[in-house]
Each structure stands twice: as structure tokens, then as C-alpha cells.
């Protein structure tokens, strides 16, 4: 179980954080601070600059906490957060990534579900303060304020 944990913590978490880092920087194929806010500009979002810097921050704080299995709970939150906001803007696409869907972003909310609901396992900081599982009513509390900042980040920066 440790090991499949590890896998998915990892292989999430870095995934999520790279994304991070090219929403405010050149490095791995990004777009620089510019790109990134010119992206949200074009998915509606007020704020430019100050938008992105929040969501790639929170991306690559999330993303590495989440791989690292650090405060897994708050880490879930994070992730929720930004990929429902990620979801709501491939919405109208429906659910299939090749049509731009949010298939991907929801499945990423999943993961970060899951590990608030199982804990990062014994081979992370967590497990290595002992907080390996978390109890389960963390996750309604990761859940509300991930799905339920996602969605109020979308209501109060997204223009009409």
C-alpha cells in the first residue's frame, strides 16, 4: 500500500506543481508570468498577473505538498481548489479531454480526495510525524474548502 501511495503522491503532486510553474514562468515550456496571465484574461478571469501568481503558487505549494505527503489534508484542499477552477473553465466542453474537457482537472480533485480520505501512507513527512492517516472526517473539511474555494475563487474573478 506504502508503495502504490508513494507512486500516486509523487506522480500527482509533480504533475500538478509543473503545471504551477508554467503558469509564471518560462521553465517547462511555460508561458512566463505574462502567458499565464494573458491564459486567464482569455478564460474570462479578472486580475491578470495577481491571478496567476495565486493559482501557480497554490499549484506548486499544493503539488509539492501533495508528493512530499506534507499536511496531506490542507495539501487535497489545494489541489481540489485549483482544479475545480480548472474544471469549471473546460465545463462547457464536456467531460473528454480531447475536446478540451475537464477530465483531467476532475480527476486530479479525485486524487487529492483519496489521499485526504486514505493519508499519504508511511513513506512521507506525514508518516514521518506520525500522521501517516489522517481521520476521516478531514476530508468533508478538505472537500468544502477546496470544491467550495474553487468555486468561489470562479464567482468573485470570473467576469460575466
Do not use: C
Not at 501533495?66 to 477552477?85: D, E, I, K, N
Not at 480548472?86 to 478540451?100: E, F, I
Amino acid at each position: 500500500m506504502n508503495t502504490g501511495l508513494l507512486l500516486l503522491r509523487l506522480v500527482a503532486g509533480l504533475l500538478i506543481a509543473g503545471h504551477g510553474v508554467q503558469k509564471v514562468s518560462f521553465h517547462l515550456g511555460g508561458g512566463g508570468l505574462e502567458g499565464g496571465s494573458a491564459e486567464f484574461r482569455g478564460d474570462g478571469f479578472r486580475g491578470g498577473k495577481l491571478t496567476a501568481i495565486a493559482a501557480g503558487g497554490t499549484q506548486v505549494g499544493a503539488g509539492l505538498m501533495l508528493a512530499l505527503g506534507l499536511l496531506t489534508p490542507l495539501a487535497g484542499a489545494g489541489v481540489m481548489g485549483v482544479m475545480t477552477v480548472a474544471l469549471t473553465v473546460k465545463w462547457p466542453h464536456g467531460l473528454w479531454v480531447q475536446h478540451d474537457g475537464y477530465e483531467f482537472p476532475f480527476v486530479l480533485i479525485v486524487i487529492g480526495a483519496a489521499l485526504t480520505a486514505t493519508g499519504p501512507g508511511q513513506w512521507s513527512v506525514d508518516g514521518a510525524l506520525g500522521l501517516a492517516q489522517w481521520p476521516l472526517w478531514w476530508l468533508p473539511v478538505a472537500l468544502v474548502a477546496g470544491v467550495g474555494g474553487g468555486l468561489a475563487t470562479r464567482l468573485a474573478l470570473h467576469r460575466a
